[in-house]
């Protein structure tokens, strides 16, 4: 962002506000006084006039600097999500030679799949741009000041393969402040990849785990009940949580997503239905379903998460950028788009704020879709290390889910908030 003016700007402006004031004073003063101006006074009333005017402006411009050159910005609507009193997710894109924080083919836990630049694009442009909240700054990224903060706690991510995105990055981005690399390691020794279901990075510095579980529903898949119809393949129990949940309640930091694979495609014509209890659910829309698999998950928070302890965080429906008649079609912009064209919603999200609303305990969201409706420009595409396959829903790396974590980031910093004990 700018943050001062040039003098040819300035003058400029100043050439601009000349000609409006002396047309003000020649009106003012034809209006009014020419019934006792003898023209060469008419001439020195109004070079006086505009002489007064510009000297007041110019010592009002001298005690409170403020102007600004217009920049290029991209602008999100109003939510509802703050830290203290600002709204973080009611803002704009903003360009920012600072960035990227990190370079992926410098991370080897960044997924060869999300790494854009390594896998041929050209244009560096999508790196480039910043969020900044409209009321407040976000503060800036210092990866050794949160790693501190962070020492002796354990972050987990739940979700699908975007929550493994914002995982790879919140590595990356706290990799730059550890001096011996070698001191971060895969538990397990595990290559990242989406087809394991558990990984886990430990920055032994800091004593500091951050692990990644694969969920993409939340809740408990299950085996095709007894006399079910042949096109039932597998069960979604909405009423149980994912049998690995277990696992999550003994950590510092929570953050879920789920939403981009309750679609048709991705259930109903893979033979997958709903189940609640021993029945089978064949004409539950996937909407509803979606609502009491979340509704699962909140009364599971409710009962099991240690809220002393444990910040929860969900994020919201990232906003994909599929196009053409079945949505089948990926062509990634060189620039942010100037309007949302409709992403700035989703009914996805909305479900999940609805939700979270209801809660006993305490849960953030994180509502990203706004911000993310911007950016069709920073998905992979056909960047990826399977470019035949173009791909309009997840993000290049560094990109968008770096921004998503340094607004996490502002969360567990916040010097008024109860994020980390």
């Known amino acids: 962002m700018v943050s001062g003016f040039s003098l040819s700007s300035l003058f400029g402006h100043f050439r601009s506000v000349y000609y409006e004031v002396f047309s003000f004073s020649n009106k003012l003063i034809k209006g009014h006084c020419k019934i006792w101006i003898f023209q060469p006074f008419y001439v020195l009333a109004s070079g006086s006039l505009v002489t007064f005017l510009l000297a007041i ?3 009002y411009l001298y005690l409170f600097p403020k102007f600004q050159p217009v920049t290029d910005s991209y602008e999100t609507p109003k939510s509802s999500n703050s830290v203290g009193s600002c ?7 903003i360009q920012d030679e600072t960035y990227p924080l990190y370079n992926a083919s410098d991370c080897p836990f960044a997924e060869r799949g999300f790494n854009c630049l390594a896998n041929g694009r050209k244009d560096r442009r999508y790196t480039k741009w910043r969020w900044k909240p409209n009321n407040c700054e976000i503060p800036s990224f210092n990866a050794r000041e949160i790693l501190e903060k962070l020492r002796g706690k354990r972050i987990a991510f739940v979700g699908d393969s975007l929550s493994r995105t914002q995982w790879e990055s919140m590595i990356c981005l706290l990799m730059t402040g550890v001096e011996d690399k070698r001191s971060v390691y895969e538990i397990n020794g595990n290559k990242i990849t989406k087809r394991i279901r558990f990984l886990g990075v430990r920055f032994s510095s800091f004593n500091l785990r951050i692990d990644f579980y694969r969920s993409v529903f939340l809740v408990q898949p299950g085996p095709v009940p007894r006399h079910a119809p ?10 149980q949580m994912d049998h690995i949940s277990n696992e999550w309640t003994d ?12 679609t048709r495609t991705k259930l109903f014509e893979m033979g997958c239905y709903f189940q609640v209890g021993g029945s089978l659910k064949l004409g539950m829309p996937t909407t509803t379903a979606f609502k009491a698999a979340l509704n699962t998950w909140a009364s599971w928070v409710d009962t099991s998460i240690n809220t002393n302890r444990t910040s929860v965080f969900f994020r919201t429906f990232e906003a994909s950028h599929w196009s053409g008649r079945n ?10 788009s100037l309007d949302t064209k409709g992403k700035d919603r989703s009914s996805i999200s ?10 006993a305990a305490p849960v953030t969201v994180l509502h990203v879709t706004p911000m993310g409706a911007f950016r ?14 173009p791909d309009c829903s997840h993000w290049c790396l560094p990109g968008v889910p770096d921004m998503w974590n340094e607004i996490l980031f502002s969360y567990l910093l916040s010097k008024n908030g109860t994020y980390l004990q």
């Open 230 to 239: 042949k096109r039932v393949k597998s069960t979604l129990k909405l009423d």
């Open 350 to 359: 909305d479900t999940i704020i609805d939700v979270v609303k209801k809660t």
């Open 251 to 262: 950590t510092d930091v929570l953050i879920f997503n789920s939403g981009h694979w309750w």
């Open 87 to 93: 709204n973080v997710f009611e803002g704009k894109w």
């Open 327 to 336: 949505r089948n079609s990926c062509k990634v912009s060189r620039l942010p």
């Open 376 to 389: 069709g420009d920073a998905h992979v595409g056909s960047w990826s290390d399977n470019p035949s396959v």
């Open 57 to 59: 402006m110019c010592a």
